[in-house]
């Protein structure tokens, strides 16, 4: 699949909102794939796709997710907010033909992360709460340091993403945690 007919494919699927969050997120997983020296091709593909079945239903997902033992074990110890990660990783995989195992971890975990993230997981990490439409406190220092340091820019983030679903008492996925303390050491 080409980075064109993933557009075409986003356009079709997602409702405007998350259509526009979606080409922001694979113009900023491009530019910083150049930057840090990652294939822009796969990059930008990975932001096509990332959200690709984040509007899914609970049952929708569920059934992708069946598809995939694997992911299916790996999504059902995380809260169901991040499942469309696994789950559109499957949907690439298995309904688009996407056999390119970066792109599918990117896509995979760009909700969470994971412990021994790639730059490309990292690039589409960032690029997903970097992307212009993002407006929360703190999102200006982290695509600054998103330009110097990709790591630090990741735990950052992840930091922020930790405080700020304890403070809510939202359900954490375990990944991040673990993704986290791999990172910080």
């Given amino acids: 699949m080409t980075t064109k007919q993933a557009k075409k494919l986003a356009k079709e699927k997602l409702s405007p909102r998350r259509y526009a969050h979606t080409k922001n997120v694979a113009a900023a997983a491009r530019l910083l794939a150049q930057h840090y020296g990652v294939d822009a091709d796969k990059a930008e593909l990975a932001g096509w796709l990332h959200d690709i079945v984040k509007e899914y239903d609970h049952d929708a997902l569920l059934q992708l997710l069946g598809m995939d033992a694997i992911m299916a074990k790996s999504a059902g110890t995380q809260p169901e907010a991040v499942w469309h990660g696994p789950a559109g990783a499957i949907y690439a995989r298995h309904c688009l033909g996407i056999t390119d195992a970066g792109v599918l971890e990117a896509i995979a975990c760009h909700t969470t992360g994971r412990v021994g993230m790639t730059t490309l997981d990292k690039v589409l990490y960032l690029a997903d709460v970097i992307s212009p439409e993002r407006d929360y406190a703190g999102v200006d220092k982290v695509r600054a340091l998103a330009q110097t340091n990709l790591d630090a ?9 930790v405080a700020w679903l304890e403070k809510t008492g939202k359900p954490l996925a375990a990944v991040t945690l673990d993704a986290l303390a791999a990172l910080k050491k």
Avoid: W
């Fill in 153 to 161: 820019a990741v735990v950052a983030t992840m930091e922020e993403n």
